[in-house]
T-cell receptor, first 111, second 113 residues
Framework: KQEVTQIPAALSVPEGENLVLNCSFT??????LQWFRQDPGKGLTSLLL?????REQTSGRLNASLDKSSGRSTLYIAASQPGDSATYLC??????????FGDGTTLTVKP | NAGVTQTPKFRVLKTGQSMTLLCAQD?????MYWYRQDPGMGLRLIHY???????AKGEVPDGYNVSRLKKQNFLLGLESAAPSQTSVYFC????????????FGQGTRLTVV
């Protein structure tokens, strides 16, 4: 059974700092990995999707990497801003089309 | 362009009552999903649909039923609500294909007392 773990559960950083969020998964037979952002009381917004054949994806200040063999992905946020405060979730999708979500990392960026 | 819309946003039910949650998407997506989100358990798939008229069970289907009579709508029914069904419910949709992004609704916060 696929298990997805995100550590730490919460992270607080000062504005302007670069930071890395971690996602690990137990079964490396994945089709893709997706990073989401969730604001309090809201739904999930897709940030980046990395296909299993890719090593990384970039969007603005966000860069996500994928190391399938080690079962890890990282989400790098450059020059963090208070508006980046949210919960970040990763989800892996297997070749069977099933998606498993992590519990998320709650990020607080202090002005 | 509304995307994925869930109705209602909040609801309080008494144990044993029934209700239907509505999910509507205007993106012509084939795939639609119902998840529940609980602290410490991530999002868990309840039921899903790969097209109009088709439904399938997910990870935690017991106590729920679904219908996809129209491509744009995916309904989630609770037959006899239980306190264990207190949760935040999310609907999602995506285009056909494995490497397509999922779009989520704003969620329905359900409390069963």
């Amino acid at each position: 059974k696929q298990e997805v773990t995100q550590i730490p559960a919460a992270l607080s950083v000062p504005e302007g700092e670069n930071l890395v969020l971690n996602c690990s998964f137990t079964d490396s037979a994945i089709y893709n990995l997706q990073w989401f952002r969730q604001d309090p009381g809201k739904g999930l917004t897709s940030l980046l999707l990395i296909q299993s054949s890719q090593r990384e994806q970039t969007s603005g200040r966000l860069n996500a990497s994928l190391d399938k063999s080690s079962g890890r992905s990282t989400l790098y946020i450059a020059a963090s801003q208070p508006g980046d405060s949210a919960t970040y979730l990763c989800a892996v999708t297997t070749n069977a089309g099933k998606s498993t979500f992590g519990d998320g990392t709650t990020l607080t960026v202090k002005p | 362009n509304a995307g994925v819309t869930q109705t209602p946003k909040f609801r309080v039910l008494k144990t044993g009552q029934s209700m239907t949650l509505l999910c509507a998407q205007d993106m012509n997506h084939e795939y639609m999903y119902w998840y529940r989100q609980d602290p410490g358990m991530g999002l868990r798939l309840i039921h899903y649909s790969v097209g109009e008229g088709t439904t399938a069970k997910g990870e935690v289907p017991d106590g729920y039923n679904v219908s996809r009579l129209k491509k744009q709508n995916f309904l989630l029914g609770l037959e006899s609500a239980a306190p264990s069904q207190t949760s935040v419910y999310f609907c999602a949709s995506k285009r056909t294909g494995m490497n397509t992004e999922a779009f989520f609704g704003q969620g329905t916060r359900l409390t069963v007392v």
